[in-house]
């Protein structure tokens, strides 16, 4: 029995020992834990970033002072929205923007030190402390942004705008097409803060698109008619390929100005009666011929009873003396009709510098569809 107490109380003391061993050992390596743990407090842990730049081991207030010197350029960067091919740009100054270091490296640090202890300590002893990257923090002037915004908003809410043919300056100039956007002016203020905390300061606008039905590309020969100068020249884009003298309309059937399509193309036309004042005392119809009031060639344009035809009275030409149409003499308006096809853009323009019409408004030709139908040869 004494022995087989004296084992049993041998047994429990060991027990004894080995539990408060256990323990000193875990008090211990607690206590080795925590001192680290304490060591390391107000310092970033190990692989700790702030948008990109290193602060491992750095105080708050180093870290401030680093992220300062490194985001620098992106500091100084523009917030830029792009659309397809637009694009809207405003400096840092005119958004009242900068950078807000402090909050940005104190977010960092909430995060990195955020853990339990317990689980922080853990992560400490096994050599894989938390990692953080805090992001871009950026403050603005509200008012700033909000005009900024309100420009953007204007120019993108617009319908689709066709290319068009600028000829104010009586030479040909393309402007490309414009798609139409719709966007509300919420969600470019949220791509602009967007912009502002992003390292490339830019943003794609999200906006519903409309495209535009006509290309500049689609643009290829057209004529220019001057009036003042009573010249019409032929282009193959922007480049003059062909130029001749004509005759304009007289003050009371003046030419009219704008953007017109040839409609038509005849060889030897039949002349047929307008029944217009001027036309009161000739016969219904004039046959072919050298002497026709169209000449040898005719081409209509979609502008009611306006041609541009060859004329036997060459003496005209240089001058305003037709009842609306552009005389040619006769080797020019064949040469001219060879050159050209049904469909070709005339724009028809006062002079250089004063076109007489909205330039880029819609070409009625551009909204046509279908092919142009009979025409009769009434003009002069």
Not at 109 to 117: D, G, I, R
Not at 186 to 215: G, H, L
Not at 354 to 374: C, L
Request: charged share 15%.
């Amino acid at each position: 029995m004494k022995a087989w107490i004296s084992s049993r109380s041998t047994v429990r003391a060991t027990l004894v020992i080995g539990v408060v061993f256990l323990g000193l050992l875990v008090v211990g390596l607690a206590g080795f834990l925590f001192v680290q743990d304490m060591t390391r407090w107000g310092k970033f842990p190990p692989g700790s970033k702030v948008s990109g730049v290193s602060v491992s081991g750095l105080s708050k207030a180093d870290a401030v002072a680093k992220c300062k010197q490194e985001l620098l350029p992106i500091e100084q960067k523009p917030v830029t929205l792009t659309l397809d091919n637009l694009k809207y740009a405003a400096q840092p100054a005119e958004l009242g923007l900068h950078l807000d270091y402090a909050k940005m490296v104190d977010e960092a640090y909430q995060q990195a030190w955020a853990p339990n202890p317990l689980i922080r300590m853990y992560s400490s002893f096994i050599n894989r402390p938390r990692a953080v990257n805090g992001i871009l923090m950026a403050d603005n002037n509200d008012a700033m942004v909000s005009q900024f915004v309100d420009k953007v908003t204007k120019d993108v809410n617009q319908s689709p705008r066709n290319a068009y043919v600028d000829v104010t300056n009586g030479t040909p100039v393309f402007v490309e097409a414009r798609n139409g956007y719709q966007v509300p002016a919420d969600t470019i203020k949220k791509e602009v803060v967007a912009a502002e905390n992003s390292k490339t300061r830019t943003v794609e606008i999200r906006a519903t698109k409309t495209p535009a039905t006509f290309q500049a590309s689609q643009f290829k020969k057209l004529i220019i008619v001057s009036l003042a100068q009573h010249q019409l020249t032929l282009y193959d884009r922007d480049k003059p390929i062909a130029q001749f003298g004509i005759a304009c309309g007289q003050p009371a059937y003046p030419t009219p100005v704008g953007q017109w399509q040839i409609m038509g193309k005849q060889m030897n036309p039949t002349w047929y009666n307008p029944h217009d004042a001027w036309s009161t005392t000739m016969p219904e119809t004039i046959g072919p011929g050298y002497s026709n009031p169209l000449g040898l060639r005719a081409m209509p344009l979609d502008a009611s009873g306006v041609l541009i035809h060859g004329t036997a009275n060459d003496g005209s030409i240089g001058t305003s003396a037709s009842h609306g149409c552009m005389r040619m003499h006769m080797p020019d308006v064949i040469k001219l009709f060879d050159m050209v096809t049904v469909g070709t853009p005339v724009y028809i323009i006062q002079g250089p510098g004063n076109p007489g019409f909205n330039v880029a408004a819609t070409a009625p030709w551009m909204q046509r569809t279908g092919k142009p139908g009979a025409v009769q040869y009434t003009g002069d």
